[in-house]
């Protein structure tokens, strides 16, 4: 049944156990249904009676985690809220560390308080999935089931062409992401042997498709295009731009404009709190590629802080996610794509690797960063969402002759993995240190400013790490398992999986892992996956071009072995 707090009223000022805001008067009406059915069961309750009763309150979030942090908009003001008796003392003890040490020994992001896209702060959002919550709260759901509802919240410009496409969605905050397209599963016929998709049990083939196979060779050898609008995108502007981004992440964002960086947001303690690209769009305005709505009440709070103790440094930090839209477009042959629709140069000469420019594409303005998820040589390409299908029309009609489809998410994150790239908040958290993780090329050690973190690093830097996040492949080529199992070493549990896909391209399932320093390349552990023991190998990382060599190549002149045309590519 429910309720809405503030029907409640005042809490009275004497509370006892019958006597307290959770505990509202019985109704027998809406009990004796149940109360039926377990006399039914259980023959000893028929001739019982309630002797009493009362409709006790829970409280349920739109994704079932309770509510911890300051609150974003009032400096000094800590939540601690829809707390079940269950992890009462873990949140009581972790709200203890945030007050008393700046943070706490078990990362909150999944409690934070600001967590939630402005979509699922409404009122109907919060009642509709906080009551779907509570007839799920004992189920075991798939690690990849999307809500049934609400849907469609949030959509790119392009999600009219993907349901033309066959495109299957899944959702996270709100965003209809697409994760394969039905309109590729003609290829798998034409699919080479070594990258046919091997076949899964029940549960791994949960919200799976073989078309996957398909899409990631496609981008391999041929051109694919990605929806990435849904990725975090904020603006950083202002004359205080600069001192804020220098303060809060261990890179050097000076760089000269057209420049991106790959650096980190630390905590005091040398935790990870993100990694994020950050692109000098000019002198003063940044973009900033991020992972959560966490970031952007990171900045905005460090912003406002920093303008109230030096006025002349304001800054402006806002929100672009939803006003743009952006397509990866990936592969050997994208500069093949690419090089018909704009007169921009879009070699290494014009847009050199971790570049960004503005540009024109098919008449459109747009901004092209030179990056990539997956490995490959492309770019991301940005617009406003008034041109969005029209930019995605452009592409697709100029890409028809060089092969080009439009691949999901499933095939991003299995290229991602074959190419060592971590996601913060599965791979990485503020439990885990630079060193830890695998990612201490975003640190710039001779930084000569102050920024947050700085003295933990330079004391992590002197000491050898007791864990580390490891590659694995899986020893017989098919078993697969889908993050957070039970790593054993000679019997004994010490790590777990953080996550994990099929590599198409290495033709074996991948997966990441913490696991204790001793354990290098070479060792085998094992996954428990279902009570079932799947033997795994700690493995060189990346599995896939270490060289960077696909990733630097210059479009204008790709090297014949990357673009060679392969049979059934187009």
């Not at 709200?95 to 409690?111: F, H, P, W």
């Not at 009551?131 to 809500?147: C, R």
């Not at 030096?310 to 930090?317: A, D, I, N």
């Amino acid at each position: 049944m429910p309720v809405v707090a503030a029907s409640l009223g005042l809490t009275s000022k004497h509370v006892d156990e019958k006597n307290m805001p959770s505990r509202l008067e019985f109704t027998s009406e809406d009990f004796d249904p149940a109360w039926k059915e377990t006399q039914e069961l259980l023959p000893a309750l028929r001739d019982t009676e309630i002797a009493d009763g009362f409709n006790g309150i829970f409280s349920f979030t739109p994704d079932g985690g309770p509510l911890i942090g300051q609150a974003p908009n009032v400096d000094g003001f800590y939540v601690a809220e829809a707390v079940w008796v269950t992890h009462s003392a873990g949140v009581a003890r972790a709200v203890a560390e945030v007050l008393t040490t700046g943070r706490s020994q078990i990362d909150l992001s999944e409690c934070e308080l600001s967590r939630f896209e402005e979509i699922q702060l409404s009122r109907d959002y919060v009642s509709e999935t906080s009551q779907q919550n509570f007839v799920e709260i004992y189920d075991i759901l798939h690690p990849m089931q999307p809500k049934e509802s609400p849907r469609n919240l949030r959509v790119s410009p392009f999600y009219n062409r993907e349901r033309e496409l066959g495109a299957f969605f899944l959702e996270l905050g709100g965003w209809e992401r697409p994760f394969w397209y039905e309109s590729n599963s003609e290829l798998l016929k034409y699919l080479p042997a070594q990258w046919q998709p091997v076949g899964r049990d029940a549960w791994s083939a949960r919200f799976y498709s073989p078309i996957s196979a398909v899409e990631a060779w496609k981008t391999r050898n041929a051109v694919a295009m990605y929806d990435m609008t849904s990725f975090h995108r904020f603006e950083v502007s202002g004359p205080g731009s600069i001192d804020l981004l220098q303060r809060l992440t261990t890179g050097d964002i000076t760089a000269k404009p057209g420049t991106i960086t790959y650096t980190l947001l630390l905590n005091d303690h040398g935790g990870i709190r993100s990694d994020i690209f950050v692109s000098r769009l000019s002198e003063d305005v940044f973009q900033i590629g991020a992972n959560t709505a966490i970031d952007l009440e990171y900045l905005v709070r460090e912003g406002r802080r920093q303008e109230q103790h030096t006025p002349s440094q304001w800054v402006q930090v806002r929100e672009i996610t939803g006003s743009t839209c952006c397509i990866g477009l990936w592969g050997p042959r994208a500069w093949d794509v690419i090089s018909t629709i704009t007169t921009d140069d879009f070699s290494n000469t014009g847009l050199p690797y971790l570049g960004v420019k503005n540009a024109t594409i098919a008449g459109i303005p747009v901004t092209a960063f030179r990056k990539s998820y997956v490995g490959e040589l492309g770019w991301e390409i940005q617009t406003s969402s008034q041109y969005g299908q029209r930019l995605w029309d452009a592409i697709w009609q100029a890409g028809k002759c060089h092969g080009l489809i439009a691949a999901g998410r499933a095939a991003f994150n299995a290229l991602r993995l074959e190419k060592g790239y971590r996601t913060w908040g599965s791979d990485m958290t503020t439990e885990h240190n630079p060193y830890e993780a695998g990612v201490a090329s975003a640190i710039k050690t001779d930084k000569r400013e102050d920024y947050v973190g700085k003295a933990a690093i330079q004391r992590l830097s002197k000491q050898a790490p007791t864990r580390r996040l490891r590659c694995l492949t899986v020893n017989d080529g098919r078993s697969m398992v889908l993050g957070k199992e039970p790593v054993f070493l000679n019997g004994k549990a010490v790590g777990y999986v953080t996550s994990a896909a099929f590599g198409f391209t290495v033709r074996k399932p991948v997966a990441y892992a913490w696991l204790p320093a001793s354990v290098t390349e070479g060792h085998t552990v094992e996954i428990e996956y279902f009570g079932r023991r799947i033997p795994a190998t700690v493995t060189t990382e990346p599995l896939y071009d270490p060289q960077m060599s696909r990733l630097h190549a210059d479009g204008s002149s790709v090297v014949p072995e990357i673009q060679k045309p392969l049979k059934n590519l187009l």
